[in-house]
């Protein structure tokens, strides 16, 4: 195994840590598992513990955005999935660079605040 020179990123993450980062249950994660078929971490077999990785998070992400802030219902997220592969990392992309920016506009706007 490789050592990893970010000591804050990790290779593998658990459901639990997963669920929290995104906001959901882990209930909800397991269920998208069998909804899309593009969303599948590694097991460790003799156990059963999932270990999602940094791609694996950045699907949890792309459903997310789909089914919960654009509203699309499952079959739906699967065909644009599907169908729109390209198109789809790029709304992720641009809804997580508007957040982004969101955050920093609340900061200025604090900061501002202090000052007035």
Do not use: C, H
């Given at each position: ?79 644009y999935l599907n169908e729109n592969r ?31």
């Open positions: 195994m490789a050592l990893n020179p970010n000591k804050n990123l990790k290779m593998y993450y658990s459901i639990k840590e997963v669920a929290a980062m995104i906001g959901v249950n882990e209930s909800l994660l397991r269920y998208w598992e069998k909804e899309f078929p593009l969303l599948r971490p590694k097991t460790v077999t003799s156990n059963n513990v999932r270990q999602y990785t940094e791609k694996d998070i950045e699907q949890i992400k792309l459903i997310y955005n789909l089914v919960k802030v654009r509203g699309f219902k499952l079959s739906a997220a699967r065909k390209a198109g789809a990392d790029r709304s992720n992309e641009v809804l997580d660079r508007l957040i982004s920016v969101r955050e920093e506009l609340k900061t200025l706007k604090k900061q501002l605040d202090e000052i007035v």
